[in-house]
């Protein structure tokens, strides 16, 4: 039943194909292996901020580490692009670490537009140097290099976390647009809509895939 | 402004007569009061403006190097139209070069500017992650017409 509902969300964002997919302890992840990249270090990088007690964090990082971080958008759509368009064929060591390379950044992005105040000072810094962003590469790269090999890795551990984190990311963006849009609206009103616009839009998004998949098929 | 030319009061612009001292055809502008019909201490005050002594310096005034926070005028509608197109129309680089933008302008003090950034930072982010979920599915129907393809052309082959 739970497995069913992993793959149930993680359809809501994932081709799945099996391919493209990590075996752990003999059963496919829920995720493609860029996608199990992608929040294998959103899950770090969470797991990190909420350990320095950098969630409350709302100061913009400097520049160096704004284009530090945006740079690690550029191998996942160069590999991306090349293997859709079929110019090259991608392997699923590429997919996770280019998934990592993305994935590892895009909480700092979701605390500062959740924090980030237009009318009071930010002062809460959220990351600090470069060497966190490279601890937090770090041990999202060892973790991504246990799951690629299948080694000290348990399948409930692996998906768990990377549909949590899938949950989390999509309820904390919708949070973040409907506080831009609804400003009057209370911290936990707020939450409450966008638990609820995330739920909705994964089962949308989980329902349309399976449907084409079967329409395909 | 007109005053008493006996009494020095300040008069109405349609007085004709001092109410003070009574005295009749006293008006005259403050340009026009010839020095030494001035009380005393009055006409030194006004020498003293006109020659200051020793003790005032002349005032230096220092050209504001920035207008003041809430002064700043805001970021030209022309970069906004611009930003908020390149960010959906170019695949990839355009979320990246929003990310970039929003982050810069989200660390000015200019309120203007810090909104503009924390709306194309969520735009940028967004439009990623539509990209990445449409990919997904191009690469979904990649596959399955590529395996009708493959069986299209055996089955052609095979004829």
Not at chain 2, 26 to 48: G, R
Request: proline share 6%.
């Amino acid at each position: 039943m739970i497995t069913r509902l992993l793959f149930f969300i993680g359809r809501g964002i994932c081709h799945q194909l099996p391919s493209r997919s990590f075996i752990i302890a003999g059963q496919q992840l829920p995720l493609c292996a860029r996608c199990t990249g992608i929040y294998i270090g959103v899950f770090v990088c969470l797991l990190y901020l909420w350990l320095r007690r950098r969630w409350r964090g709302n100061l913009v990082p400097s520049l160096g580490l704004v284009i530090f971080m945006a740079a690690g958008f550029i191998p996942l759509m160069l590999d991306g692009a090349t293997s859709y368009l079929g110019l090259r064929d991608s392997s699923n060591l590429l997919r996770v670490v280019t998934g990592i390379l993305m994935g590892y950044s895009l909480p700092v992005w979701i605390v500062l537009l959740k924090n980030f105040s237009i009318k009071d000072a930010n002062t809460d810094p959220i990351i600090f140097s470069y060497k966190e962003l490279c601890i937090i590469l770090l041990l999202a790269g060892g973790m991504g290099f246990f799951v690629y090999n299948d080694v000290l890795m348990n399948w409930w551990f692996v998906a768990g976390t990377c549909i949590i984190s899938i949950v989390f990311l999509y309820i904390h963006i919708a949070a973040i647009i409907i506080k831009q849009i609804f400003t009057r609206l209370r911290p936990h009103h707020v939450f409450a809509i966008a638990v609820f616009i995330a739920i909705g839009l994964l089962t949308v998004l989980s329902i349309i895939n399976r449907t084409l998949q079967t329409l395909f098929l | 402004m007109i005053f008493c030319k006996k009494c020095g009061k300040i008069l109405e612009e349609d007085q004709e007569k001092c109410p003070f001292c009574g005295d009749h055809d006293q008006e005259e502008t403050i340009k026009d009061i010839p020095k030494q019909n001035l009380p005393h201490s009055f006409d030194k005050a006004l020498e003293e403006i006109e020659q200051p002594t020793g003790s005032f310096s002349k005032p230096t005034y220092t050209p504001v190097p920035t207008p003041p926070i809430g002064m700043i005028p805001p970021l030209s509608n022309w970069i906004k139209v611009l930003l908020a197109v390149t960010v959906p129309i170019l695949p990839g680089i355009g979320p990246l070069i929003g990310i970039i933008a929003g982050a810069i302008f989200m660390s000015n003090q200019d309120e203007d500017r810090k909104t503009f950034g924390q709306a194309l930072l969520t735009v940028s982010i967004i439009v990623f992650i539509i990209l990445c979920g449409c990919c997904m599915l191009f690469s979904v129907a990649a596959q399955q017409t590529g395996s009708e393809l493959d069986r299209l052309l055996n089955n052609l082959s095979k004829l």
